[in-house]
């Protein structure tokens, strides 16, 4: 289905949400049509963020509010639409398009495969109704879904399209870059160089997968290295909870501006529990890039301000290499918490792989090396 048709059937006019590679239609052309205009668009730090956004919407214009999100994100939308949303609480109607990632029967990643099994039954226990756009799904039973929800939106209710891999389609191309130099994965590389034997937590996304072929590359091997492949904003707080352990390693985190935003109050429990041997380093490209690049809020945010109101006891800016170089010498000998914003061209391989040990493997590897003397 076209973009178009499926913007024409909803006919509503806010749309909130965190961006989607399935989903990639719908936030270009929110993009192309309305940019970041707050009156009818606004890119939110996580999906109960946006949902709470499509409440004081309706609460304020009494319209219906459209909610987008992955799948991944049903999690952090629970509790406001159990709590707020629903009928036996506000009663406030919405709209959520839900990318299906892990959908059974089409190849995944491994963190999708559970999520997309438990997707419409998430929503069933919150009392969502729910339509599945297929690619073979016609106009009139899409038509015939929204009129239905309709009624639900009378009751106080929500409503859901689920959205299949392929099942929308935007002709329009939409293009997204920044003005910085430094390429991700040549950070990466020299945040390994410095880094040495020290543990390594790296985020959800590309970052992970650059880091993997880093050692690859490097043939270093993978024990040093916990690739948060899932949970998305909450890389730092699995370092956290190693380095307040592992009191006589050095725990760094490779983080990404989406996932610091998405979960920011992680960077004040960082900084309240104080853990000095914490290098906490956020690569800031100001987008979405591993879903189709939409910006973040890290344009406008001083995140290296945030880290120091937080309680880090080192934060600083880089935008060069050798600005990079300076400060990853300098906090690797600072007592930490440490924090380091690296400002980050958007874009990545072409060719760029993914791991090809599984999960659980990584894990154990990560684990045993945790235990030995090498650290």
């Not at 870059?177 to 790296?202: A, L």
Request: glycine fraction near 10%; charged fraction near 25%.
């Amino acid at each position: 289905m076209e973009i178009e048709e499926l913007i024409r059937i909803v006919n509503l006019d806010f749309y909130t949400g965190v961006p989607d590679s399935l989903l990639r239609p719908l936030c270009d052309y929110l993009i192309k049509k309305y940019g970041t205009n707050p009156a009818h668009h606004v890119i939110a730090a996580n999906e109960g963020n946006c949902t709470a956004i499509g409440a004081g919407y309706y609460l304020a214009s009494g319209r219906v509010p459209v909610v987008y999100m992955q799948n991944s994100g049903e999690g952090n939308m629970i509790n406001p639409a159990a709590s707020l949303l629903h009928p036996e609480v506000y009663a406030v109607p919405m709209l959520f398009i839900v990318g299906w990632r892990g959908e059974p029967g089409v190849y995944d990643e491994p963190q999708h495969i559970y999520q997309g099994k438990i997707t419409g039954k998430l929503l069933d226990d919150l009392g969502i109704e729910t339509f599945i756009i297929r690619r073979d799904s016609g106009r009139q039973e899409v038509e015939e879904a929204m009129k239905k929800f309709r009624h639900v939106f009378d009751m106080g209710g929500q409503a859901a399209f689920i959205i299949c891999k392929d099942a929308l389609i935007y002709k329009e191309e939409v293009h997204y870059k920044n003005g910085y130099q430094m390429v991700r994965e040549d950070i990466i590389r020299h945040i390994v160089s410095v880094s040495g034997k020290d543990p390594i937590v790296s985020t959800t996304g590309k970052a992970s997968r650059e880091l993997y072929e880093i050692r690859e590359q490097m043939g270093t091997g993978h024990d040093k290295d916990f690739l948060t492949v899932g949970s998305m904003g909450h890389s730092s707080s699995i370092a956290l909870g190693i380095a307040l352990q592992k009191q006589a390693a050095r725990i760094w985190c490779i983080d990404g501006d989406g996932a610091v935003l998405m979960h920011m109050g992680s960077m004040a429990v960082i900084g309240s529990t104080s853990p000095d041997n914490l290098i906490h380093i956020v690569i800031n490209n100001e987008s979405h890039e591993t879903v189709g690049g939409m910006p973040t809020a890290a344009k406008t945010t001083d995140l290296v301000l945030a880290a120091r109101a937080c309680g880090y006891l080192y934060a600083a800016r880089a935008d060069t290499f050798e600005q990079l170089d300076r400060e990853l010498n300098r906090i690797k000998m600072q007592k930490g918490p440490c924090f380091l914003e690296v400002k980050c061209a958007m874009g990545a391989r072409r060719n760029l792989g993914r791991p090809t040990i599984g999960t659980q493997e990584n894990k154990k590897r990560f684990m045993d090396y945790l235990k030995s003397e090498e650290i």
